[in-house]
């Protein structure tokens, strides 16, 4: 069976920092691109950061370039993203996706809370 479980959201103050970490069991973590999307009330799904299976490649969203990096440790089968310079539209949920030509899984999400 197929997890993802994301952790390490929460509620911060604009300009601040998290890092949210991705856990996948069930699956040969090295032959997915892992990818970050979040999801704000009212609006699409949309990609914030994308990382290959070796990790050599990655991709951000204009919306957060300069600001959120992705990486992953295949070793631990999870993936992070660091957020610095948090803005208050930045509030989502968080989701981690795993992707393949062997399949396409998805976490539950961890709420993300941009406020003063």
């Known amino acids: 069976q197929v997890q993802l479980v994301e952790s390490g959201g929460g509620l911060v103050q604009p300009g601040g920092s998290l890092r949210l970490s991705c856990t996948a069991s069930?699956?040969?973590?090295?032959?997915?691109?892992m990818n970050w999307y979040r999801q704000a009330p009212g609006k699409e799904r949309e990609l914030v950061a994308l990382i290959s299976n070796t990790g050599s490649t990655t991709r951000y969203g204009d919306s957060v370039k300069g600001r959120f990096t992705i990486s992953r440790d295949n070793a631990k089968n999870t993936v992070y993203l660091q957020m610095n310079s948090l803005k208050p539209e930045d509030t989502a949920v968080y989701f981690c996706?795993?992707?393949?030509?062997?399949?396409?899984?998805w976490g539950q999400g961890t709420q993300v809370t941009v406020s003063s």
């Open positions: 996706n795993a992707q393949s030509l062997f399949g396409n899984y």
């Open positions: 069930g699956v040969i973590f090295s032959t997915y691109a």
